[in-house]
Nanobody
Framework: QVQLVESGGGLVQPGGSLRLSCAAS????????MGWYRQAPGKQRELVAR???????NYADSVKGRFTISRDNVKNTVYLQMNSLKPEDTAVYYC????????????WGRGTLVTVSS
C-alpha cells in the first residue's frame, strides 16, 4: 500500500505563490507517475499536473506557464509550485499516484485546501 500526505495549502492573495508537497510512503517502488488534481466548489475534479517516472510532465491548459510540478525521488515527494494564482485556482488539491499495474491502479491523498482571495 502507498500512503500520500499533502501539505502546503492555505490562503493566498491573487497573484501570489504557494508550493504544495506530497509525501509518499509504503510500496513506493510501484509508482509509475504522480500528479495533482483539484476540485473547485461546484466543479468536477480535474487534472492539474502530472509527472511520470521518466520525468515527463503535462499540465492543464488553465495552469500552463503558472504551475510547475517536480519531484524528489530521494525524499519520495512531489511538489506543485503555483505562481500567479487566480481566484479560480481555489480548490481542494489532491495528490495522486499511479501504479505499475495492468490495468493501472491509483492512490489518493486526503487533499489540501488552496484558497485564492483578497
Amino acid at each position: 500500500q502507498v500512503q500520500l500526505v499533502e501539505s502546503g495549502g492555505g490562503l493566498v492573495q491573487p497573484g501570489g505563490s504557494l508550493r504544495l508537497s506530497c509525501a509518499a510512503s509504503g510500496s513506493i517502488f510501484s509508482i509509475n507517475a504522480m500528479g495533482w488534481y483539484r476540485q473547485a466548489p461546484g466543479k468536477q475534479r480535474e487534472l492539474v499536473a502530472r509527472i511520470t517516472s521518466a520525468g515527463s510532465t503535462n499540465y492543464a491548459d488553465s495552469v500552463k506557464g503558472r504551475f510547475t510540478i517536480s519531484r524528489d525521488n530521494v525524499k519520495n515527494t512531489v511538489y506543485l509550485q503555483m505562481n500567479s494564482l487566480k481566484p479560480e485556482d481555489t480548490a481542494v488539491y489532491y495528490c495522486n499516484a499511479e501504479f505499475r499495474t495492468f490495468p493501472p491502479s491509483d492512490a489518493w491523498g486526503r487533499g489540501t485546501l488552496v484558497t485564492v482571495s483578497s
